[in-house]
């Protein structure tokens, strides 16, 4: 899996939103951005995927650059329960799903009360 | 809503013993996966299995770590002669198959293996 770079730590406010960037200015034409996220003592869990439109599901948004090379999570209103490690994962279509995926440092969120 | 489902929660088991790790993947998943993280470090895919056997494995995933679906419905991994290094919270993980691209992969909650 292509590289990411990503902040070590973010701080936020309980209601507010939170936007936790990630770069990856060497994705390739069919590499998938995906996030995860690692509650304390948790196995990871999804959060969202997309290839080059922004995506909404009910936990977060993806907007993802126009030329790929960087992308946004969006948790619109975080809850103490967000507090975790999100991982950004770029993910290439290997036919199937056999690939695992490369985990990095991701970003530690903190959310204040 | 479906899930992993992973035992035992927690494991100590002397060095050079053998030890088990069970996994029950979600039912309609065809694709079984193991990750382990040492304390305080990154999440590490160990081996990918489908159809019966071995797709994908990491460096780490050497000759004494082996991984079996002895029945319909679970998933073991087995560490034949454990090390003091083995110690780690081991994930498995299941996703159905992906025909289009960027499949979700669903983790259990984890077995910690203490090696003393």
């Given at each position: 899996?292509?590289?990411?770079?990503?902040?070590n730590?973010?701080?936020?406010?309980?209601?507010?939103?939170?936007?936790?960037?990630?770069?990856?200015?060497?994705?390739?034409?069919?590499?998938?951005?995906h996030?995860?996220?690692?509650?304390p003592?948790?196995?990871?869990?999804?959060?969202?995927?997309?290839?080059?439109?922004?995506?909404?599901?009910?936990?977060?948004?993806?907007?993802?650059?126009?030329?790929?090379?960087?992308s946004?999570?969006?948790?619109?209103?975080?809850?103490l329960?967000?507090?975790?490690?999100?991982?950004?994962?770029?993910?290439v279509?290997?036919?199937?799903?056999?690939?695992?995926?490369?985990?990095?440092?991701?970003?530690?969120?903190i959310?204040?009360? | 809503e479906?899930?992993?489902?992973?035992?035992?929660?927690?494991?100590?088991?002397?060095?050079?013993?053998?030890?088990?790790?069970?996994?029950?993947?979600?039912?309609?998943?065809?694709?079984?996966?193991?990750?382990?993280?040492?304390l305080?470090?990154?999440?590490?895919?160990?081996?990918?299995?489908?159809?019966?056997?071995?797709?994908?494995?990491?460096?780490?995933?050497?000759?004494?770590?082996?991984?079996e679906?002895?029945?319909?419905?679970?998933f073991?991994?087995?560490?034949?002669s454990?090390?003091?290094?083995?110690?780690?919270?081991?994930?498995?993980?299941?996703s159905?198959?992906?025909?289009?691209?960027?499949?979700?992969?669903?983790f259990?909650?984890?077995?910690?293996?203490?090696?003393?």
């Open positions: 899996d292509a590289k990411t770079t990503q902040p730590s973010m701080e936020s406010n309980e209601e507010e939103p939170v936007h936790l960037p990630c770069n990856h200015s060497t994705i390739s034409g069919t590499d998938y951005i996030w995860y996220r690692q509650l003592s948790q196995g990871p869990e999804y959060v969202i995927h997309g290839l080059t439109s922004n995506v909404n599901n009910r936990m977060a948004s993806l907007a993802i650059a126009e030329d790929r090379k960087s946004t999570l969006i948790l619109h209103r975080a809850t329960r967000d507090a975790a490690v999100y991982y950004c994962i770029l993910r279509y290997s036919g199937g799903g056999a690939d695992g995926l490369t985990f990095g440092k991701g970003t530690h969120l959310i204040q009360p | 479906p899930e992993v489902t992973q035992t035992p929660s927690h494991q100590v088991t002397q060095m050079g013993q053998e030890v088990i790790l069970r996994c029950v993947p979600i039912s309609n998943h065809l694709y079984f996966y193991w990750y382990r993280q040492i305080g470090q990154k999440v590490e895919f160990l081996v990918s299995f489908y159809n019966n056997e071995i797709s994908e494995k990491s460096e780490i995933f050497d000759d004494q770590f082996s991984v679906r002895p029945d319909g419905s679970n073991t991994l087995k560490i034949r454990t090390k003091l290094e083995d110690s780690a919270m081991y994930f498995c993980a299941s159905p198959y992906d025909r289009v691209g960027g499949n979700t992969i669903y259990g909650e984890g077995s910690w293996l203490t090696v003393v």
